[in-house]
């Protein structure tokens, strides 16, 4: 019998009032020695006789669905869904997504009746559409992603005629709810094989139809650190992360801005100015920061011309011009292929994509989890920055502890509480990213294991230190000194961040406060705080 103890005794009650099976997922898993937590059912009964009868049993129905509707029972992980159906199985197996999910168990006799030969399809690993095709996928167009995670989830081949009647069809899924949508896909997204359904997304022609951003990687070219192009090296990255749902939706979006700040190593010359479309030199327009110093002065600009946008230079460094040039654009012979900001163009377009989906639906924290995954992406190239020196070898241990230490805090720190989770997720995302293709990874890996270790050290220290601190004294300063709202929250986390980093300071010492007050009050000290505290460089 298939089911826990708890659905088989619900089926057998209802098989005393009329002819029940099981059909769909749970009888397939069971063919296959899975057990299944989920069963559904059909039975020639109308839904309200089957919700009253349970009830009258003392059971605790519910009437569920838009589209079909069931009579579902929950107990713990355990799941029933009861369908009414005409009492023709071969009709009721026609009008089902696959042949495997058209094998029906009869409650009453333990026999299996298979209409559509799927139990043949299950022993050859092969996913056909019940009848037509087409027709299946136009009553439900979710089923073609539900065709792309059951051939990844059992390593089955897909018929033919239902491959192309999937790709015909993928438009269609503009119809289905985004909710819907999204639930389907997240269960692709933590499947082992998840490079392979990324494959197949993309042979599908999904990529192409609701993510353009993610399918426009194929092809382009990186640069002399990596193997792979950008959308090969997305999958590795994915297929290196755990499948968890976070960091696997991180992991894919990561690198979505590479499109956008694909650029080739130049030098342009001429007198930065300020027009309605911003900064511009030579006709070119710039993107970096601190543009506004170099207004109106001549200047020597290296960066990268991008790829898509010609006309745009992304800054690398600005020179004082040392002598006037006979050309304004020079391509650098052999220059470097850069991807300038790329993270931050990834984090923007990712803020773009997230609405056409409800992905805090599955993310952990809801709308609180798309801002982390925002968050996340935008940082993700922090690591390695912040690290280059470390990663080639280069170690000065006292600098790197204090290194590590602050980089802990910049990112764990969320203003509220200190977030050890978003740590954890940013370095396995690095180390995914490493992995991904790089030219260097395995030479490096201990380098970066060896890093990644102390970041989790420091991180650690740096949790238990941020719970042990006692404010009672920095309050009764504070206020001493007329601070309140605003004021007194910018002066407590200029105080929280030397206090955190530095041991030897204390909350319980009067010098100590009155010296970081001094810096406080000063004119300007907004900008002098801000310069003190030194964030790590971002790009």
């Not at 933590?190 to 392979?196: E, G, H, P």
């Not at 207004?295 to 020597?300: D, L, S, V």
């Not at 163009?345 to 992905?359: C, G, M, N, T």
């Not at 601190?469 to 605003?486: I, N, R, V, Y």
């Amino acid at each position: 019998m298939i089911g826990t103890d708890y659905q088989q005794e619900l089926l057998k009650r209802l098989g005393e009032l009329s002819p029940i099976y099981i059909v769909g997922g749970a009888v397939r898993d069971a063919q296959l020695g899975i057990p299944s937590q989920d069963v559904d059912a059909v039975m020639a009964l109308p839904l309200l006789e089957i919700e009253k009868k349970l009830s009258d049993w003392g059971f605790r129905p519910h009437l569920l669905g838009a589209r079909q509707q069931t009579v579902s029972l929950f107990r713990g992980t355990e799941r029933v869904d009861i369908s009414s159906f005409s009492g023709e199985i071969e009709t009721n197996a026609l009008g089902r997504d696959f042949t495997l999910n058209a094998i029906y168990h009869d409650v009453r006799t333990d026999e299996i009746i298979d209409p559509l030969s799927g139990l043949q399809d299950l022993r050859e690993k092969r996913l056909k559409a019940c009848g037509c095709a087409a027709d299946r996928f136009k009553e439900d167009p979710l089923r073609i992603l539900r065709l792309i995670r059951l051939a990844i989830r059992y390593d089955f081949s897909i018929e033919p005629e239902t491959w192309q009647a999937a790709v015909a069809h993928v438009p269609l899924l503009r119809e289905v709810a985004a909710e819907r949508v999204t639930e389907e896909l997240g269960r692709i997204l933590i499947l082992d094989q998840i490079d392979k359904a990324l494959g197949l997304l993309d042979d599908l022609g999904y990529f192409q139809t609701y993510i353009p951003e993610l399918a426009r990687l194929k092809g382009l070219v990186q640069n002399r650190y990596h193997t792979k192009d950008a959308w090969e090296h997305t999958r590795l990255v994915v297929k290196n992360t755990a499948p968890h749902i976070f960091l696997r939706l991180a992991a894919l979006f990561h690198d979505l801005g590479k499109w956008e700040t694909a650029s080739r190593e130049c030098n342009v010359w001429g007198t930065i100015r300020l027009t309605d479309k911003g900064y511009e030199v030579a006709g070119y327009k710039l993107k970096g920061k601190n543009l506004e110093r170099w207004a109106n002065k001549g200047a020597e600009v290296h960066g990268g011309r991008l790829d898509s946008y010609p006309q745009t230079i992304i800054v690398k460094r600005i020179e004082p011009a040392r002598a006037t040039q006979r050309k304004q654009l020079e391509m650098v012979p052999d220059g470097k292929r850069h991807f300038l900001q790329h993270e931050r163009e990834s984090a923007r377009l990712v803020k773009e994509i997230l609405p056409r989906f409800r992905w805090s639906m599955v993310l952990p924290g809801g709308r609180r989890g798309e801002q982390e995954l925002e968050y996340i992406i935008g940082h993700h190239m922090l690591g390695t920055l912040t690290f280059m020196s470390e990663l080639k070898g280069e170690m000065d241990l006292t600098k790197f502890r204090h290194k590590t230490r602050r980089f802990a805090w910049e990112i764990g720190w969320n203003g509220q509480v200190y977030d050890k989770l978003r740590i954890e997720n940013l370095l396995d995302l690095w180390r995914a990213d490493f992995l991904g293709g790089k030219q260097d990874a395995a030479e490096n890996i201990t380098r970066l294991d060896g890093i990644q270790a102390e970041i989790r050290k420091a991180s650690a220290f740096l949790e238990e230190r941020a719970s042990l601190l006692d404010w009672t004294q920095f309050e009764e300063f504070a206020h001493g000194k007329g601070l309140e709202g605003e004021r007194f929250g910018r002066f407590k986390e200029q105080v929280r961040h030397q206090v955190i980093l530095d041991a030897k300071y204390r909350l319980s010492d009067p010098q100590f406060l009155e010296r970081e007050y001094g810096f406080f009050w000063k004119p300007g000290s907004v900008t002098s705080s801000a310069k003190r505290i030194s964030r790590p460089r971002e790009f």
